[in-house]
């Protein structure tokens, strides 16, 4: 893998990034080094403690005080309230990092959001897709500004007859589904904001990273922590991939995504589905 540039980092020093599930892994080590680099942090995690303590991370190595918003993605008027509270408190993004996920119940079984929704469906796109959604007028006005999605190597086909999925359910399935379902959106997202200087792109960042999803799971660890985030800071800060957008990335390498994410028709479905769950959940 291609380790990311000290030079490229430093870049991001005053740039205004948000995070979204900062608090451990993957987006704690994010918001420790953009916050070495003197970058503005918005950090969002659900425990309050959690995400002060990594906070206080990032103030005690120098860098600023980030702004702390709480909020459940598995409830969509609360990702809707994220979005709210960062545009109330701030003029500029230069950076929303999609990071948050879940995978599921500990036991396996099938768990419903608040909102009606599969939960590994609701945190791992929806609420990523929901959220980009709510924060482009203000992604638009910071442009140049990117979109990091991070996806997984791990994706399967979705069976848009039973999308979540109800029968013979499987949290690894959903999983994959609800990843493969991050990447189509960030194809739709790309060719929507073609030329308005705001790229859209996603990644699987390493495989079997430490995180306590991992970890939760009884899974072996393959990679570390920090490769994951060299090859997500890739796409956060190298200049060569200013005008790149639309793109997966397996770690550092561009790369092909499952085969239905390349399919305009699915990608359709996919969008009027994942609308639907939206006006049913918050109107609109």
């Given at each position: ?5 000290i030079a490229d ?8 990034v948000?995070?979204t599930?900062a608090?451990d892994?993957?987006?704690?080590e994010l ?6 680099a003197?970058?503005?942090l ?12 990594v906070?206080a ?6 860098g ?14 609360e990702v809707?309230r994220?979005?709210?509270e960062?545009?109330a ?7 929303l990092?999609?990071n ?11 768990e ?9 469906w609701?945190v791992?796109?929806?609420?990523a ?5 709510q924060?482009?007028?203000?992604l638009?006005s ?7 999605n991070?996806a ?6 979705i069976?848009?007859d039973?999308?979540?999925?109800e029968?013979?359910?499987d949290p ?20 929507e904001?073609?030329?308005t200087?705001v790229?859209?792109n996603?990644?699987?960042?390493a495989?079997l ?7 939760d799971?009884g899974?072996t ?16 800060c190298d ?10 990335f397996?770690g550092?390498?561009?790369?092909r ?10 990608r359709c479905?996919?969008?009027?589905i994942?609308?639907?769950a939206i006006?049913?959940?918050?109107g609109?």
């Amino acid at each position: 893998m291609t380790s990311v540039r000290i030079a490229d980092i430093d870049r991001m020093a005053e740039r205004t990034v948000l995070i979204t599930g900062a608090t451990d892994g993957l987006g704690r080590e994010l918001a420790l080094r953009l916050g070495a680099a003197g970058a503005r942090l918005i950090l969002h995690g659900r425990n309050p403690d959690r995400a002060a303590a990594v906070a206080a991370e990032v103030t005690a190595a120098g860098g600023h005080a980030p702004l702390i918003i709480l909020a459940d993605l598995s409830r969509l008027a609360e990702v809707d309230r994220l979005a709210d509270e960062i545009i109330a408190r701030t003029s500029q993004l230069d950076v929303l990092v999609n990071n948050a996920g879940t995978g599921g119940r500990s036991d396996g079984k099938r768990e419903l959001s608040a909102d009606g929704n599969e939960l590994i469906w609701a945190v791992n796109h929806l609420a990523a897709y929901r959220l980009t959604r709510q924060l482009l007028p203000l992604l638009r006005s910071s442009a140049p500004s990117r979109v990091v999605n991070v996806a997984s190597a791990g994706q399967q086909q979705i069976d848009f007859d039973d999308p979540t999925p109800e029968r013979d359910y499987d949290p690894y399935t959903a999983y994959c589904r609800a990843k493969l379902a991050m990447i189509m959106a960030t194809i739709e997202y790309a060719a929507e904001l073609d030329g308005t200087g705001v790229t859209v792109n996603a990644l699987h960042p390493a495989t079997l990273m430490p995180t306590t999803m991992v970890l939760d799971a009884g899974a072996t660890p393959i990679s570390t922590i920090a490769e994951g985030a060299d090859a997500t800071l890739r796409l956060i800060c190298d200049p060569g991939l200013s005008r790149t957008t639309g793109r997966y990335f397996d770690g550092a390498r561009p790369s092909r995504p499952h085969a239905q994410a390349d399919d305009p028709t699915a990608r359709c479905r996919l969008l009027e589905i994942s609308g639907a769950a939206i006006v049913s959940a918050v109107g609109g």
